[in-house]
């Protein structure tokens, strides 16, 4: 299954390429992560817990920076296993960060396998799911940097 979107933040590319990069910022603006853990600079443990149509779903997510080249790319590769039920999720992420203007446009691209029950759902459910969790995670990326323009990490 493949998602792609883009959300434009109000900030130089710059300070949105040092935000997102950062693993506990970044967390910060995805509902549902709990629990992380940096192995490396590059290697990430976390807990996701998510609800799709009327399931509960909890993950155990390895998270791996393949690349980055800033301040305009980033891609990722992540393994999850559900916590409590049979199935598997893998993926891989490339973000890219381009200046218009004053704002920064985030476009981003997930390929995504998911099997077991949560995979049973369908695309339309997962893909809605996908988008809902794009308005959350646009919301307080923008929220963030209103609060503090100058680089949302801090």
Do not use: W
């Amino acid at each position: 299954m493949k998602i792609t979107g883009e959300l434009s933040v109000r900030a130089p590319r710059e300070a949105v390429f040092d935000a997102v990069q950062d693993a506990r910022f970044f967390a910060s603006c995805v509902d549902g992560v709990q629990e992380l853990t940096e192995i490396d600079p590059t290697h990430y443990d976390a807990v996701f817990e998510t609800r799709v149509a009327y399931m509960k779903f909890r993950f155990k997510l390895s998270i791996e920076i393949t690349k980055k080249v800033a301040p305009s790319e980033m891609e990722a590769r992540i393994e999850g296993t559900p916590l409590g039920i049979v199935g598997r999720i893998t993926a891989s992420s490339l973000t890219r960060l381009t200046q218009v203007g004053d704002d920064t446009r985030i476009e981003y691209e997930i390929e995504a396998a998911i099997t077991g029950k949560l995979g049973s759902l369908g695309q339309p459910v997962l893909k809605a799911k996908a988008k809902e969790m794009e308005k959350q995670f646009a919301g307080r990326l923008r929220e963030k940097f209103e609060t503090n323009p100058s680089g949302a990490a801090s």
